[in-house]
């Protein structure tokens, strides 16, 4: 256990996360700004600016939930291009689904229900795959990566957008800290819901680290693998090219 709070093992995980974005889906963006201060609108331009994504490309925004980065993709690639905005929680998706619609993005975005680990698309479709705050809700990590990487065309990349692991003590400890008592409170308040996040502030800190995780992206088989710390290793970037 962690700070006096029960661990749930993987047999169960996949209901709680259905549970928990089910329970948070119509105010997840709200929650978003509140939870990040803003600022995971910066980790998102900074994924959108390391993406190298053109017009007429083909992108996986999977995960995407309610489509933050799915819609910027769109505005990108354009008519000829063509955007999928995938994920696993019909709850989340379709929140994701009014909000582009009502934005004018149509004609170039596709809605589906997958589960990463098993992508329902043929081999080789991607120039891009994107994955942002995902990653760690997924119950095997290595069958999607394994499957991120079949979905992309040889040269594809693959962004992993993360919690991690920060760099530094002190932010690790302040960081710890409020994870575990304010963003229970926030969520209370805002959702009536605080044991979705602290479910969100535990699978943060389950997640594996910088190096952990770049190793399982060669391990899948991604090369020129790499990663960014953003505000100190809180969260990262992770990027690898299918060979
Ligand atoms: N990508 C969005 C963003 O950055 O704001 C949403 C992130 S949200 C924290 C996590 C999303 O992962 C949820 O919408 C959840 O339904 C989805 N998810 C969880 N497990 C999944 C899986 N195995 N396959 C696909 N999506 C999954």
Known sequence: THFGYKTVDSEDKEKLVANVFHSVAGRYDLMNDLMSMGIHRLWKRFTLELSAIRKGQKVLDIAGGTGDLAMKFAEIVGPEGKVVLADINDSMLKVGRDKLTDQGIIGNIDYVQANAECLPFADNTFDLVTISFGLRNVTDKDAAIRSM???????????????????????????????????PMMGKLVTDDAESYRYLAESIRMHPDQDTLEGMMKD?????????????????????IKP
Request: no cysteine.
């Open 149 to 183: 990487l079949r979905v992309l065309r040889p040269g594809g990349r693959l962004l992993i957008l993360e919690f991690s692991k920060p760099r530094h003590d002190v932010i690790s400890k302040v960081y710890d800290a409020y994870s575990f008592s304010a963003l």
């Open 220 to 240: 899948a088989g991604f090369v020129k693998t790499g990663y960014h710390n953003l505000t100190d290793g809180v969260v990262a970037l992770h990027k690898g």
